[in-house]
C-alpha cells in the first residue's frame, strides 16, 4: 500500500484536534510512516518525533509489562536518521504537489535520543511551547508514561493522548494511569490492528 494513501483511521483523531492549538508530537518515528500522514493530513501544524533510532533502552525492556514482546522485536526498530528525514523530505515534496497552493507548510524536527530525556529538554528549552495531539508509538512503559507526563503540561484543553497498541502492553498501562491520575475516560477507536504501512490508533483520552 502507497504511503500517501490516506490513513482515514488518523483522520479520526486529527478531525477531533482541528480547532486546537497546538503542535503534533510523536513518540517513536522509525521510518516516517505515521510522519508522512500527519505532515499530509494537517500540513499547518507542527510535527515533532522522538525516537532512539537504535530501537529500546535496557530500562525500557526491562519495566516493561509486554518485556517479552518488546525483546523479540528489539532490533526491528533500529533505522538511521537522516535516511528517515530525507524519506520524510522526499515524500512532503509529492504532498506540497497534491495540495492547494494557499496551504501553508509547517516545519518539522525529528529528535534523535532517548526521549525520556530529549523531550523535557526541548520543552524547557522553550522550543515546544503547546501540543495539541501526543501520539505515543514507541510500545515499552517507561517512555511512553515519561512522554505523557512532560507533554501534560503544556497539552492544550481538548488536547488528546492517542495510542496505537492493540494490547494489554507498555502503552496501554501509561494511557490508563494517566487518565485515572487526572479522572479522564480512555475512549476506544473500535479500530482492528491491521498489518501493513499505516497506524491504527487504538484508545484515547482528551485534556478537559
Not at 81 to 99: A, H, P, Q, S, V
Request: aromatic share 10%; with cysteine.
Amino acid at each position: 500500500m502507497d504511503i500517501l494513501s490516506f490513513n482515514s483511521q488518523l483522520k479520526f483523531i486529527l478531525d477531533q484536534i482541528f480547532d486546537v492549538d497546538g503542535d503534533i508530537v510523536e513518540l517513536g518515528v522509525h521510518t516516517g510512516n505515521n510522519s508522512i500522514q500527519f505532515m499530509l493530513q494537517s500540513p499547518e501544524t507542527k510535527y515533532w518525533g522522538f525516537d532512539t533510532f537504535c530501537g529500546y533502552t535496557k530500562e525500557d525492556i526491562e519495566t516493561s509489562p509486554n518485556k517479552q514482546g518488546l525483546l523479540d522485536n528489539e532490533g526491528r526498530w533500529v533505522c538511521d536518521k537522516n535516511e528517515t528525514i530525507d524519506r520524510i523530505k522526499r515524500f512532503r515534496g509529492l504532498i506540497k504537489e497534491i495540495t492547494p497552493s494557499d496551504k501553508k507548510f509547517a516545519n518539522f524536527e525529528i529528535i534523535k535520543g532517548d526521549l525520556k530525556k530529549t523531550l523535557p529538554e526541548q520543552i524547557k528549552s522553550n522550543n515546544l511551547k503547546k501540543v495539541a495531539l501526543l501520539y505515543v508509538d514507541c510500545n515499552a512503559y517507561l517512555p511512553a508514561i515519561k512522554g505523557i507526563e512532560a507533554v501534560y503540561p503544556i497539552l492544550s484543553s481538548g488536547g488528546i493522548i492517542c495510542i496505537d497498541e492493540h494490547q494489554d502492553g507498555g502503552e496501554t498501562k501509561a494511557i490508563k494511569e494517566t487518565a485515572d491520575k487526572h479522572g479522564l475516560d480512555v475512549n476506544e477507536t473500535g479500530f482492528k490492528f491491521e498489518s501493513g504501512v499505516h497506524s491504527n490508533p487504538s484508545k484515547y483520552i482528551v485534556k478537559k
